[in-house]
């Protein structure tokens, strides 16, 4: 399969470090090679004046040998040149060309009329000239000066250096220059990462910080240590955090204050079940504390058992006040109501988790109760909690058919459908909250 690389993701921190090595690697190579060509030119430079001395003083040295015309001495003079190292040739010629003394003695007495030698005893001063060697070897450096008695030239000296010292040397200067290249790389690479880990850093908190926003967690507080863009953008978004958690605080109160006049619009159609939803409300909350759920699973629970009855809205106030039994007819318009919540609250998007509460509220858990007959722990935690709260609360309070409960007879009938109708293990909890708190019926 064929990899798109649009879908490759890459870190800002790698792009800076990137961007930065690259960088970092075109300076430091053009530095490199600038400091590689100066390291060139000063060796030359040098190799050059070591020749120029040389010649320099071998002339100076020869000056009363030549004049004297002593042979063996300026035999002497040029052997020890000579002899040293990269010394091509050492030649001294007389002011027609005749080259009086040679390093190569089967020279000696010919007449020179290349045009170098033409060149050298026609120099006025000391001369520094290169042209390639012979077989591919390195190139020569010909150095001429003059020999001079009573500062009238008598004479020329003319010395070839090969050029294979310098070579190395430059070789040497290039692989020392090269090691420290790779160093100054390698620390600018590495001070690259820890630029682009400074630069990216917050920029990561920024993107990690909006990922925790985006799934509804709006705690978040960026720390800026930095005063520049970045940090502006820092303290600007923990700006926007506390505005923003202070508009949801607004809109939770709103949300509330929605809730409180639901119930009251339901309880306005059923006198006999005001405060009704307040006691369910306290009962389910205290099952929540006792079997620790998540602070979530509590704001939602509370709002399902203060609105569990909003859909009986839909239902006929006769039917909701009848003193006498309810018909089949009326039964089931009575069951209608989980249905009618629902499309009450399934408009409202904070009211997703509550709405599957409050629709199975009326589930039972062997299976029997409704709106889908689902039972056990299919049904969810919060209907069964819902489901025990709801009918302790309904058993204890006066109904138009029938008067109120005591305690001990409504916590009998729990028990007696533990099991059948209600959780038995809710049941159980919520027994020994009663006992232990000691909670009065409310009515």
Known sequence: MRTSFKKIRISLRIKLALTIGVLIIVLVTATGMAMIGQEEEALHREFHERGRALATDLATYCASAFIANDLSTLRYYVNNVAKQDHVKYVIIFDEDRNVVMHSDLDEVGKVYSDSESVEA???????????????????????????????????????????????????????????????????????????????????????????????????????????????????????????????????????????????????????????????????????????????????????ASLLHDIGKIGIREDILNKSSGLTNEDYNSIKQHPHIAVQIMGQIPLLNDVVAIVFHHHERFDGKGYPRGIKGTAIPLGSRILAVADAFDA?????????????????????????????????????????????????
């Not at 508009?247 to 306005?268: R, W, Y």
Request: net charge negative; with cysteine.
């Open 395 to 443: 058993m204890t309070s006066t109904r138009p058919y029938r008067p109120a409960a005591d305690w001990e007879s409504a916590t009998k009938e729990l028990r007696k459908n533990a099991g059948k109708q209600f959780d038995p293990e809710i049941v159980s909890i919520f027994i020994e909250i009663l006992a232990s708190q000691k909670m009065q019926v409310l009515s």
């Open 121 to 303: 005893v026609n120099s006025e001063k000391v001369i520094t000239r290169e042209y390639p060697g012979e077989d591919g070897e390195s190139n020569i450096c010909d150095i001429v000066a003059p020999i001079e008695a009573s500062g009238v030239r008598v004479g020329t000296i003319r010395i070839g250096y090969a050029q294979t010292g310098i070579d190395s040397e430059i070789g040497y200067a290039e692989r020392r220059l090269l090691l420290i290249l790779i160093g100054m790389i390698i620390a600018g690479l590495s001070l690259a990462l820890l630029l682009a880990n400074f630069i990216s850093k917050p920029v990561e908190q920024l993107t990690k910080a909006t990922k925790r926003i985006s799934s509804g967690d709006l705690n978040v507080e960026i720390k800026a240590n930095t005063r520049d863009e970045i940090g502006e953008l820092a303290n600007s978004f923990n700006k926007m955090t506390i505005n923003l958690n202070q508009l949801i605080s607004q809109l939770q109160e709103l949300f509330v204050d929605t809730v409180k006049a639901f119930v009251e619009a339901i309880e306005a159609k059923d006198p006999y079940t005001r405060g009704h939803s307040e006691n369910v409300t306290k009962y389910a909350m205290a099952i929540a504390d006792r079997i620790n759920l998540s602070e979530t699973e509590k704001e939602a629970l509370k709002t």
